[in-house]
Structure formats: structure tokens, C-alpha cells
């Protein structure tokens, strides 16, 4: 049977370098991907990155993308926007928080948000991957009004149990995270073992 895709946003939010490690990781193992990168998406890519344009991200994710499908955030009628597609489900990885916003409430103005509505509605799951710091009362309630829709909120918080020694570690931390919620058999960052510290 064939992998069903996993439909992965980037949006506006600091943390493109999580979605490229997430999308090297998939993308090399041939895992289907449908890919959604929003205007602003693109500009974080550029500006913490250096990836200026489709080539640029093929190539530092590395270059076999015979699995990735491209979607263009302002085409609403593509297949993410159908519920009669079946996927894997949908990862938001980064999510800015006017993204959290409109899938809290259900706006579908882009593909993107319209591809998130259609997740939820159809009991899949969705994973946004939130960066801004600090939290205002406002980006609290819509993280909240997301979970109670069936949201997995799972901020980019990567924790320092396993001693990283480099960006690499920190990212491949939440990267990991990230990917055993869709249950890939994919393991990049170690694991707690329960190991006494005394």
C-alpha cells in the first residue's frame, strides 16, 4: 500500500531551520510529502537559512525530491484543501501565531489554513510547532482554542538532558519530536534512558 503524504506547512514563524531538517529527513527516506510554504515562509527561509528559492531548499534537503510534492499557499483548490484526500496528517513546523490564530478559528484564507481546517475536520492529526517568546494572553488562548479543536502544540523547546554539543543536537531534539508523533521509524537524537545521575 502506499505511504499516504504528510502535509508540512512553513509559515512566518523564527524556526525554519527545524522544517528543513524535518523535510531533509523525510525527503531522503522518500517519505511522501506534500509541502505548503507560505510568502512569509519563504522569507524566514532566506533571512535564518540562506535558502533563497526552490532550488536552494531542494538542495539543503538534499536534492532527492521525488517524494515532495510543492503546493502554492494561494491555490485553495489543491489537494491538501480536500478531505477526500488521504494523508498522514499535517505538521506546521514553523507556525506563526497568526497561523495558530486562524486555525483556532477556522478562517481558511490560504491553503495552508484551509489544509489545517480540513485536517481537523477529518480527525487527523495536525502538529504546529509555535516559535515566539514571550506568550501574550492573546497567542495563549488561541494555542488553547487550537488543543481543545484536537491541535498537538508542540513548541520548539528542545530539551538538554542528552548534553548536546552543537545546533545540530537542539534541532535534531525537536526534529525527533516531531516526527515520533507521526509515528515515523526515524531516530536522529538520543533518547532518556532513566540512567541515575549519581
Not at 531551520?17 to 505548503?36: G, H, K, Q, S
Not at 519563504?42 to 533571512?47: A, D, M, S
Not at 514571550?134 to 508542540?154: F, I, K, M
Not at 538538554?160 to 534541532?171: A, E, G, Q, T, W
Request: hydrophobic share 40%; glycine share 10%; charged share 20%.
Amino acid at each position: 500500500m502506499t505511504a499516504r503524504p504528510l502535509v508540512m506547512a512553513l509559515t512566518g514563524a523564527s524556526g525554519a531551520p527545524y522544517a528543513v531538517r524535518i523535510l531533509e529527513l523525510l525527503a531522503t527516506r522518500r517519505e511522501p510529502v506534500w509541502l505548503i510554504v507560505s510568502g512569509h515562509g519563504w522569507r524566514l527561509l532566506v533571512e535564518e537559512c540562506g535558502i533563497r528559492d526552490l532550488d536552494g531548499l531542494r538542495a539543503a534537503t538534499g536534492g532527492d525530491w521525488t517524494s515532495v510534492t510543492l503546493f502554492e499557499d494561494n491555490d485553495r483548490g489543491a489537494k491538501p484543501a480536500s478531505g477526500s484526500q488521504k494523508t498522514r496528517g499535517m505538521l506546521i513546523c514553523p507556525c506563526s501565531m497568526g497561523t495558530v490564530a486562524a486555525v483556532a478559528h477556522g478562517t481558511s484564507r490560504s491553503l495552508v489554513e484551509r489544509a489545517a481546517d480540513v485536517t481537523l475536520k477529518e480527525g487527523r492529526k495536525l502538529v504546529v510547532v509555535p516559535r515566539e517568546t514571550p506568550l501574550s494572553l492573546v497567542h495563549l488562548r488561541n494555542l488553547t482554542a487550537a488543543a481543545e479543536a484536537g491541535v498537538t502544540v508542540l513548541p520548539a523547546a528542545p530539551g538538554f538532558y542528552h548534553r548536546p554539543k552543537s545546533l545540530s543536537d537542539l534541532i535534531d531534539f525537536v526534529a525527533q519530536r516531531v516526527l515520533d508523533q507521526f509515528g515515523y521509524e526515524i531516530d536522529v537524537a538520543p533518547r532518556w534512558g532513566g540512567e541515575p545521575t549519581g
